[in-house]
């Protein structure tokens, strides 16, 4: 069964520091898909990126990175210069190609930026 | 940016009431999902449907059920209201294909007294 591990439930930073969120994820697939989302203080889930497993480059996106390693089963997502915008509950989510689309969540990571 | 909605926002209800809780969506997505997010925000899929009249219950037992008439559409019921459903109901949709990422409305936040 799939599985997504979120070790770090709270994470506090001062803005413009750099801040990585970590994901570890368990599958048997070997064509799975990963996804982070944001959920800011209004609750509703923002989708940021989907990675395929067969694509391993990292992807930058304006302050936001990610790093997908297969060897180390990881997905972890880099805010640089973090602002105060960015505080907000972080999951990171696995799809198995056999799983019909469903989505396995990590407990998610609360991202403190204070100014 | 997804057009997913959800009805009401706030709910604050007494225990044994039917309610049912309102998700639409206009993206023409044929799969849609219900969630139930915990105060500690770990999210549970409770019910999934790849389409019209499809159902499927989710990782989470739920007491909740749900219908797929049309596609656009996907209400998740409640009998009887007990405080231990006090809590946040995100409903989401996503497409065809490769398009596997899902788009989540604003939610439902659920208070039974």
């Known amino acids: 069964a799939q599985k997504v591990t979120q070790a770090q439930t709270e994470i506090s930073v001062v803005e413009k520091e750099d801040v990585t969120l970590d994901c570890v994820y368990e599958?048997?697939?070997?064509?799975?898909?990963l996804f982070w989302y944001k959920q800011p203080p209004s609750g509703e889930l923002v989708f940021l990126i989907r990675?395929?497993?067969?694509?391993?480059q990292n992807e930058i996106s304006g302050r936001y990175s990610w790093n997908f390693q297969k060897s180390t089963s990881s997905f972890n997502f880099t805010i640089t210069a973090s602002q105060v915008v960015d505080s907000a509950v972080y999951f990171c989510?696995?799809?198995?190609?056999?799983?019909?689309?469903?989505?396995?969540f990590g407990k998610g990571t609360m991202l403190l930026v204070s100014p | 940016e997804a057009d997913i909605y959800q009805t009401p926002r706030y709910l604050v209800i007494g225990t044994g009431k039917k309610i049912t809780l309102e998700c639409s969506q206009t993206?023409?997505?044929?799969?849609m999902y219900w969630y139930q997010q915990d105060p500690g925000m770990e999210l549970h899929l409770i019910h999934y449907?790849?389409?019209?009249?499809?159902?499927e219950k989710g990782d989470l037992s739920s007491e909740s059920t749900v219908s797929r008439i049309r596609t656009e559409h996907f209400p998740l019921t409640l009998e009887s209201a007990r405080p231990s459903h006090t809590s946040q109901y995100l409903c989401?949709?996503?497409?065809?294909?490769?398009?596997?990422?899902?788009?989540f409305g604003p939610g439902t936040r659920l208070t039974v007294t």
């Open positions: 989401a949709s996503s497409g065809e294909g490769l398009k596997l990422e899902q788009y």
């Open positions: 599958t048997r697939d070997t064509t799975y898909y």
């Open positions: 990675r395929n497993s067969f694509d391993e």
């Open positions: 989510a696995l799809s198995e190609e056999s799983g019909y689309s469903t989505l396995t």
């Open positions: 993206m023409g997505h044929d799969k």
């Open positions: 449907s790849y389409g019209v009249n499809s159902t």
